[in-house]
């Protein structure tokens, strides 16, 4: 049984990252205001938001299962305050840290019509510091962080929202971008 | 009572989620902003959403990237 938990809250965490990166590049593809192949615009944004939330769910889990093994040991206060965690407790921080910015991230996400547009830009740009940091969890805490599978996954990942994130500084990241650069032809 | 889907162009970025869901209501000007295809009171920024479309706007106003979309009752005549 324990062995079992701490697999599952070890493949979890796994999944959750991998769900993450894939949300911040539905999140950057939201934000150029194309559609993807024939998924229209309005797709894309419950697309985002609903990987979102599996990715928040898949946390969860990877969270209350270290939090029931015997040898993690997690406790509340480890899941909400970084850094005091017993057993690498900057590694472990960092989770922390993540996890705090993805609850800030999702509520204001779900709550964007009552907090308006303002207050939701200033939290959702969270997601780009929130993203690296889960990424140093995972390898530096991480029995698996530094195995070969995973140093490969990480790899991929980091490749694919560094893409992302360097498409979305390009000039032309908008859809519109040439239309308002005065290109129209 | 018919509503109007009232655009507010101090925050429509053009992005496009309203045209897609109104494609009889909208139509996208060259720089992606919404434009009504059809005038309600000579108005081209407030178009009357008839019964049909009614679901569909509400999922505009809900997704809108860019929260610059509103259902209003057509009495209370929005701000051009
Ligand atoms: C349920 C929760 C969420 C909702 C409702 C939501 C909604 C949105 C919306 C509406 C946009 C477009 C903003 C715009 O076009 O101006 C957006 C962009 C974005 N989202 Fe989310 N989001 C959620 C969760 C997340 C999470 C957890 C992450 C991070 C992993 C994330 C990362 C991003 C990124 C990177 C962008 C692009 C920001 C930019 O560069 O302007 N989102 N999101
Ligand atoms: S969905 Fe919103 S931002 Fe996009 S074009 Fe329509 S009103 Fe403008």
Same mark, same amino acid.
């Given at each position: 049984?324990?062995?079992?938990?701490?697999?599952?809250?070890?493949?979890?965490?796994?999944?959750?990252?991998?769900?993450?990166?894939?949300?911040?590049?539905?999140?950057?593809?939201?934000?150029?205001?194309?559609?993807?192949?024939?998924?229209?615009?309005?797709?894309?944004?419950?697309?985002?938001?609903?990987?979102?939330?599996?990715?928040?769910?898949?946390l969860?889990?990877?969270?209350?299962?270290?939090?029931?093994?015997?040898?993690?040991?997690?406790?509340?206060?480890?899941?909400?305050?970084?850094?005091?965690?017993?057993?690498?407790?900057?590694?472990?921080?960092?989770g922390t840290?993540a996890f705090d910015?993805v609850l800030?991230?999702?509520?204001?996400?779900?709550?964007?019509?009552?907090?308006?547009?303002?207050?939701?830009?200033?939290?959702?740009?969270?997601?780009?510091?929130?993203?690296?940091?889960?990424?140093?969890?995972?390898?530096?805490?991480?029995?698996?962080?530094?195995?070969?599978?995973?140093?490969?996954?990480?790899?991929?990942?980091?490749?694919?929202?560094?893409?992302?994130?360097?498409?979305?500084?390009?000039?032309?990241?908008?859809?519109?971008?040439?239309?308002?650069?005065?290109?129209?032809? | 009572?018919?509503?109007?889907?009232?655009?507010?162009?101090?925050?429509?970025?053009?992005?496009?989620?309203?045209?897609?869901?109104?494609?009889?209501?909208?139509?996208?000007?060259?720089?992606?902003?919404?434009?009504?295809?059809?005038?309600?009171?000579? @108005?081209?920024? @407030?178009?009357?959403?008839?019964?049909?479309?009614?679901?569909?706007?509400?999922?505009?106003?809900?997704?809108?990237?860019?929260?610059?979309?509103?259902?209003?009752?057509?009495?209370?005549?929005?701000?051009?």
């Amino acid at each position: 049984m324990d062995n079992a938990l701490w697999a599952f809250g070890r493949m979890s965490g796994v999944v959750s990252l991998v769900l993450f990166s894939v949300a911040v590049i539905l999140g950057i593809l939201n934000r150029s205001g194309r559609p993807l192949f024939a998924i229209p615009r309005f797709s894309m944004t419950l697309l985002h938001r609903n990987v979102s939330l599996l990715a928040t769910v898949f946390l969860v889990f990877h969270i209350v299962a270290l939090m029931l093994d015997s040898y993690a040991k997690l406790n509340v206060i480890d899941v909400f305050v970084p850094f005091l965690g017993g057993f690498k407790p900057f590694w472990q921080g960092l989770g922390t840290v993540a996890f705090d910015l993805v609850l800030a991230v999702v509520a204001t996400g779900l709550l964007r019509h009552r907090l308006g547009q303002r207050s939701f830009r200033a939290i959702h740009w969270l997601s780009y510091a929130m993203w690296p940091i889960a990424l140093g969890h995972a390898i530096g805490n991480g029995t698996d962080g530094t195995s070969k599978w995973f140093v490969v996954l990480a790899a991929g990942s980091l490749a694919a929202v560094g893409a992302a994130v360097a498409w979305r500084l390009s000039a032309n990241f908008l859809e519109t971008a040439k239309a308002r650069q005065g290109g129209l032809s | 009572m018919t509503e109007i889907l009232h655009i507010d162009w101090t925050r429509c970025d053009g992005r496009g989620l309203c045209t897609e869901l109104l494609p009889t209501v909208l139509v996208r000007d060259d720089w992606g902003y919404p434009l009504a295809l059809q005038a309600t009171n000579g @108005n081209r920024s @407030n178009p009357a959403i008839s019964p049909g479309n009614i679901e569909a706007a509400r999922e505009a106003v809900h997704l809108c990237p860019k929260l610059a979309l509103s259902l209003v009752p057509e009495q209370a005549k929005p701000r051009q």
